[in-house]
């Protein structure tokens, strides 16, 4: 485990010495500590980024998938302990944690072989004597910052296009999960890739956000996390006109259509609400079931949840770990009470012992104004809402100032084709609750964000065209 930054090629502890703690979720004990970066020294690893920008952008493609291919051999050899990490400081189970491994690998994977094809384009001349070209180009110095919910996965599929693009980038973790960060860091050293080329820095977030979003040199953010904190910067990167990527929350519905296989319905509310124990951005938050089938889904569903097993991430019968804070665990319940209070039955769980598990929970008849409809629970709670025709249940589907995923479960082509051109959302399963995969474009519209991560598209994120116009030719 390294409890030091890693900026400029350099490991270093705070100048002030000041630390940020890391504590393991579910014991509550400290799991570690790391720097928390002054500005002098956030100042100095953008510098740093900005002084290997130029050796790495010209960097031939081909070499910097290589590197980014050794890294991913580094990371498939310690991704055990890896895997161990993601569970101590973000509490999720074990196999959970080995699966956002083999996710977050995908992207490294994939855009370590993207870098070979970053190609430009040869345009028609609109004039005799003239040759029109298109190239791409690294956008220069990025920055990441990233939640706690997906501590490796979330980076890496920031860093591997960048890096393929040519761009140097400096990250910064969500506080609850900078120790994953810092071993890939270590990894990435390993591996080869040049001093400043990737940075790894922990610091109080808003000095970060302020210093990063103000500097003209940062030419991108890109930035996974709340709503809240992503229109902070945007509009703090307003004055320097920076490229941005944001993928923000989400407030996923599922739709169970009357015609639906109940086995797949089941099995896609399960993974969509509870994988990641509902902490996922494209987690089902309002579960919306037509009458014809309400009942025999939620007899099916009740039975499954309260099998669910709460516990500590590292006990291999556990389905769900610790939520990752204590004010996670009161915004469950506040969702829980004020459904409650409009009518929702409560059918398996309930409420946390005091401690950060909080029971996989069902509620049946949730009013469809309820909280839990609006806002992104974050945890293992499911509220299940009736609706009768299918126009009610898209308009209450897109009721929302959200679009990242939803899911619609059918076994009618004609439904399944309308609403997936109906439902307002950048991604959607089609009766399967596990959409993610590297190959495919991530992202959101509306208030979910900006941009795509993933598949061919993601690299376009850090690239520009510059356009040459020769003449007299
Ligand atoms: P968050 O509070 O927005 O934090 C995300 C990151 O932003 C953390 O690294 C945080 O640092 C940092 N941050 C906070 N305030 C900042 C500021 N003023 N300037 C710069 N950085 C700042 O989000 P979260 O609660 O950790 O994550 C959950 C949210 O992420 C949910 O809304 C979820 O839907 C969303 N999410 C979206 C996707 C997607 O792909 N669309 C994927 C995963 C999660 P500290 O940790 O130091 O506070």
């Known amino acids: 485990m390294r409890a030091q930054t890693h900026h400029g090629g350099q490991w270093q502890d705070a100048a002030s010495g000041a630390t940020i703690t890391v504590k393991d979720p579910y014991t509550g004990e400290i799991a570690g500590s790391v720097p928390s970066l002054g500005e002098a020294e956030i100042r100095a690893a953008i ?16 070499e910097r998938g290589v590197l980014l291919r050794r890294w991913l051999d ?3 050899r310690h991704k055990e302990d890896l895997a161990q990490l993601i569970t101590l400081e973000n509490g999720k189970p074990l196999k959970e944690a080995r699966a956002e491994i083999a996710y977050g690998s995908g992207f490294i994977e994939l855009y370590a072989e993207e870098a070979t094809r970053i190609m430009g384009e040869i345009i028609p001349p609109n004039m005799p004597g003239r040759r029109l070209m298109a190239e791409r180009e690294p956008i220069g110095v990025c920055v990441a910052i990233t939640p706690w919910n997906f501590p490796m996965a979330m980076l890496t599929r920031k860093i591997a296009p960048a890096l393929a693009a040519g761009c140097t980038m400096v990250c910064k973790p969500a506080s609850e999960t900078p120790l994953t960060a810092l071993a890939l860091a270590v990894l990435a050293e390993e591996a080869g890739i040049p001093a400043g080329v990737l940075s790894v820095v922990t610091s109080e977030p808003a000095l970060f956000g302020d210093i990063v979003t103000a500097s003209s040199v940062v030419r991108k953010i890109t930035f996974t996390g709340s709503t809240r904190v992503g229109a902070i910067l945007m509009s703090a990167s307003g004055p320097t006109i920076k490229r941005l990527s944001l993928e923000l929350g989400g407030n996923a519905p599922l ?12 099995e896609t509310a399960m993974v969509a609400k509870f994988r990641n124990g509902g902490q996922s951005c494209i987690a089902a938050n309002r579960i919306y079931v037509q009458r014809g089938i309400y009942e025999d889904f939620l007899a099916a569903f009740q039975k499954r949840v309260a099998a669910l097993k709460v516990g500590d991430g590292f006990d291999p019968e556990t389905d769900i770990g610790p939520l990752i804070s204590r004010r996670a665990v009161e915004k469950v319940e506040a969702h829980l009470d004020d459904a409650l209070a409009g009518g929702a039955r409560l059918i398996a769980g309930g ?11 069902l509620l049946r008849d949730v009013a469809p104004n309820a909280l839990l409809a609006r806002e992104e629970t974050f945890g293992p709670l499911a509220g299940v809402i009736p609706f009768g025709s299918y126009e009610q249940g898209i308009a209450m589907a897109n009721d929302t100032p959200f679009g990242l995923a939803a899911y619609l479960c059918s076994s009618r082509q004609e439904t399944i084709a309308r609403a997936s051109r109906d439902l307002e959302t950048g991604m959607i399963g089609i ?3 596990l959409i993610s995969t590297a190959s495919a474009p991530f992202g959101g519209v509306k208030q979910s964000g900006i941009g795509r991560e993933g598949s061919k ?17």
């Open 351 to 361: 409420k946390s012992d005091g401690s950060l598990l909080s029971p996989a929970t």
């Open 457 to 473: 598209h993601g690299i376009d994120e850090y690239l520009n065209y510059k356009y040459l116009c020769h003449a007299g030719l």
């Open 47 to 62: 510098a740093a980024a900005e002084k290997a920008f130029p050796r790495w952008s010209r960097t031939p493609n081909r």
């Open 255 to 266: 739709l169970v259509f009357d015609d639906a296989d109940l086995d797949l319905a089941i």
């Open 431 to 433: 009766n399967t609750g």
């Open 74 to 76: 580094l990371i498939e």
